[in-house]
């Protein structure tokens, strides 16, 4: 903890500095204030630094720093000069390490692309990870306490669409391929777990697993900025395979569907609303880390899981001004074994608020914070771009 709380106060210290020697070119003539604008006009290729303290309940608290680099074109770089309206960069790339009081550490690389005049998206990340998490789940078993389990290994994500002539539809492939080290972590000490039941827990849960998938994404996107949509929707479908044809040690089908819809209700309110749905089918003994969980913000991410997954959630947003806005969300999660199992289950319910200031103004990139409650736990979570 006093290894984070140093690294904190070393980075805020960083900025203060480098915004004492730049003050001339980063404060907003409008409101006075904060305004990367100026700041990334003097860059070559705009460079934000994301500090994040990390209050994930399912890995505990700690710190994160991620670096989002916008490349600019000439002609993307004449016109925020110019001071046109808000435009997409054709790549963002990323760069990110963490790490937490439970021992959970992790870094990864990723690249956002938009390319062709945005014909063709491409995003993709390769991700190396030393979690520490508590599972709820074993296969269709839940569990009154949770399985400790350390995950070791690297993760690579890729995917690549292509617009339907100058419609808002997209189709594409999808990659997916991680090895995981599983290790049971529970305590052996007397009274906790017994020595027996321990070491066969361990023979149990404790393998070398490669999961590598193949899938197709179909995409329908209208949103007025993928950074920071204030309109417009985004549907979203895919469908992946796991198999041993391609390398992986379990085989099974991954679905994923979700629709973010986004309305502005005058110039001061917006209303958001988000629905997801995720499941599995394959292998009895799918690894407790493959099965879909609730998303909800204030919920642990490993707390409520099953072979099917309903999300919900609604979002309002008040616009104070310009550059300031501030949100308040809640949604309701339920899980199963099938979809059918879904309307019977027990809901999961969060609620927050949350604050966000506007850093990019020529992309309309937003960044803030969301304090959340869920059943057990509340959190603070520090958000650079869409919550969603």
């Known amino acids: 903890m006093q290894r984070v709380s140093w690294s904190a106060m070393l980075l805020v210290c960083s900025l203060n500095a480098a915004a004492a020697n730049n003050n001339h070119y980063i404060i907003d003539p409008e409101d006075g204030v904060y305004d990367s604008n100026g700041f990334l006009s003097k860059l070559p290729g705009g460079f934000v630094p994301v500090p994040t303290i990390i209050t994930e309940p399912a890995v505990g608290n700690g710190l994160a720093v991620t670096g989002l680099l916008f490349h600019e074109s000439d002609e993307e770089a004449a016109a925020r000069e110019r001071g046109q309206a808000s435009q997409l960069p054709s790549n963002i790339s990323l760069l990110g390490v963490g790490a937490?009081?439970?021992?959970?550490?992790?870094?990864?690389?990723?690249?956002?692309?938009?390319?062709?005049?945005?014909?063709?998206?491409?995003?993709?990340f390769l991700l190396y990870g030393d979690?520490?998490?508590?599972?709820?789940?074993?296969?269709?078993?839940?569990?009154?306490?949770?399985?400790?389990?350390?995950?070791?290994?690297?993760?690579?994500?890729?995917?690549?669409?292509?617009?339907?002539?100058?419609?808002?539809?997209?189709?594409?492939?999808?990659q997916l391929y991680r090895e995981v080290n599983t290790?049971?972590?529970?305590?052996?000490?007397?009274?906790?777990?017994?020595?027996?039941?321990?070491?066969?827990?361990?023979?149990?849960l404790e393998k070398d697993i490669t999961t590598s998938g193949l899938g197709l994404v179909l995409e329908y996107d209208s949103r007025n900025n993928p950074l920071g949509?204030?309109?417009?929707?985004?549907?979203?479908?895919?469908?992946?395979?796991?198999?041993?044809?391609?390398?992986?040690?379990?085989?099974?089908?991954?679905l994923h569907l979700h629709g973010l819809n986004?309305?502005?209700l005058s110039p001061h309110w917006d209303v958001a609303l988000r629905a997801q749905y995720d499941a599995v089918a394959g292998d009895r003994s799918l690894p407790p880390y493959v099965l879909p969980s609730i998303d909800l913000r204030g919920?642990?991410?490993?707390?409520?899981?099953?072979?099917?997954?309903?999300?919900?959630?609604?979002?309002?947003?008040?616009?104070?001004?310009?550059?300031?806005?501030?949100?308040?969300?809640?949604?309701?999660?339920?899980?199963?074994?099938?979809?059918?199992?879904?309307?019977?289950?027990?809901?999961?319910?969060?609620?927050?608020?949350?604050?966000?200031?506007?850093?990019?103004?020529?992309?309309?990139?937003?960044?803030?914070?969301?304090?959340?409650e869920g059943p057990e736990d509340s959190a603070f979570y520090i958000q650079a771009g869409s919550a969603w």
């Not at 290790?183 to 149990?204: C, I, M």
């Not at 929707?233 to 099974?252: C, K, M, P, Q, T």
């Not at 099917?308 to 806005?325: D, S």
Request: proline share 3%.
């Open 229 to 254: 949509p204030t309109a417009g929707f985004n549907y979203v479908a895919h469908l992946s395979r796991f198999d041993e044809a391609i390398g992986s040690d379990v085989e099974y089908n991954a």
């Open 262 to 264: 986004y309305w502005e």
């Open 100 to 124: 937490t009081d439970n021992g959970t550490k992790g870094a990864g690389i990723g690249h956002l692309g938009f390319w062709m005049d945005d014909r063709l998206r491409y995003k993709g």
């Open 131 to 174: 979690l520490n998490l508590e599972f709820y789940s074993l296969g269709k078993t839940s569990l009154q306490r949770p399985v400790e389990m350390n995950l070791v290994g690297p993760f690579v994500f890729q995917q690549l669409m292509m617009r339907y002539h100058d419609s808002n539809w997209f189709a594409g492939v999808r």
């Open 299 to 372: 919920i642990s991410a490993t707390r409520y899981q099953g072979e099917a997954v309903l999300v919900t959630e609604a979002e309002l947003t008040w616009k104070w001004r310009p550059n300031w806005k501030f949100n308040l969300f809640t949604g309701v999660g339920r899980t199963g074994d099938t979809l059918g199992d879904i309307g019977a289950s027990s809901s999961r319910v969060n609620r927050g608020a949350g604050v966000r200031y506007q850093v990019l103004q020529q992309y309309g990139f937003w960044m803030g914070g969301d304090v959340a």
């Open 183 to 204: 290790t049971y972590t529970a305590s052996r000490e007397a009274g906790k777990v017994p020595p027996a039941a321990a070491d066969l827990v361990a023979r149990f």
